[in-house]
């Protein structure tokens, strides 16, 4: 339940967190690109999207004891994002800017044990979802 509350939580600040840093990306979300970073948090789609991501996550980590599954669905994340033209650079800067969200919002609790795991992990998600991305390009 406790994860529960924590992917909430991200669906909500992590958008604002992610576009500030990178708000070359916002464009790319036809639904709130034109929205000022202030009225985000009121945009219904992002919002959505935000749920959607993180029910997503939420089924990766509900499958990490099944590596083929989880496999399946990293690829079909990345080939789902083919037609936004998105390339593995993308989700790495995704990756960079989760990691720092992480430091973030954890404070002391996110220590350099957890970070290096989550490197780790965020890694071979990124690595996975680019295969996706490049599987029915070539």
Known sequence: MKFKFVLIFS???????FFTGFPEYQKVFRGFSEVPLTDLSSNKRLIAHGYTVMTAISGLVDNLDD?????????????????????????????????????????????????????????????KIGEGLTETQT
């Open 11 to 17: 669906c909500f600040f992590f958008p604002f967190s």
């Open 67 to 127: 590596p083929e599954v989880l496999t399946e669905l990293l690829l079909t994340t990345g080939r789902n994002h083919i037609k936004r033209k998105l390339k593995k650079g993308d989700f790495q800067n995704l990756r960079e800017s989760l990691l720092e969200f992480f430091g973030k919002a954890l404070g002391e609790k996110w220590t350099t044990t957890a970070a290096e795991a989550w490197k780790k992990v965020l890694g071979f998600i990124v690595d």
